[in-house]
């Protein structure tokens, strides 16, 4: 606030000299412009002082906003690395799971392909044994006529001497005979 105080000072002497009244006038106004100068420089010294002060806060927050983006930006990269390398581990784990069940399945196919070779072995030995076993019965089965045989000394070396005289009936049946002579050489059926 400016003041400008107007001080008509009388001269006793010379009250009409304008001159010196103008004088009066000036030097107190001069006085006065100083005080308001001073007071404007002060003012604006305190401005300024205001002006610096605010921006030194503004950088202060500027600097601390930038310092929490920053600690928050590492906070963020953090938690991503750290969520990254779970999901690696996690990958590879799941990885050496799903190994170890083709692994077991391998094996456990392996497993069955033997058995089963196992097994196709176990029954073509027991077919041949059968087949073998079935040659042999009908080999035994069967009598080839050689010189001195009656059909009698057939069927009791077929059936035994209690089961001669029936085996003697089964022969001549199974052969379609009506007599006991039979040739040598002929191929006879023996029943069971």
Do not use: C, F, W
Not at 33 to 44: I, L, P, T
Not at 142 to 170: E, F, M, P, Q
């Amino acid at each position: 606030m400016i003041v400008i105080v107007t001080v008509i000072v009388l001269n006793t002497h010379n009250n009409d000299d304008p001159v010196k009244q103008e004088e009066n006038k000036v030097s107190v106004a001069s006085s006065s412009n100083k005080e308001d100068k001073q007071q404007a420089a002060a003012e604006k010294e305190q401005k300024a002082k205001a002006a610096k002060e605010k921006a030194d806060k503004k950088a202060k927050e500027d600097a601390a906003k930038k310092k929490a983006e920053k600690a928050k930006a590492e906070k963020a990269a953090a938690e991503k690395k750290e969520k990254d390398q779970k999901a690696k581990e996690q990958a590879a784990a799941e990885k050496a799971k799903q190994e170890q069940a083709a692994k077991e399945q391998a094996q456990k196919e392996q497993a069955a392909k033997e058995q089963a070779q196992k097994e196709q072995a176990a029954k073509e030995k027991a077919e041949k044994e059968q087949q073998a076993e079935k040659e042999k019965q009908q080999a035994a089965s069967s009598h080839t006529v050689a010189a001195g045989d009656t059909l009698y000394s057939i069927a009791r070396a077929a059936y035994g001497s209690a089961g001669a005289s029936s085996g003697v009936a089964k022969i001549k049946q199974a052969n379609g005979l009506s007599g006991d002579s039979v040739p040598v050489g002929t191929t006879l059926v023996i029943p069971k």
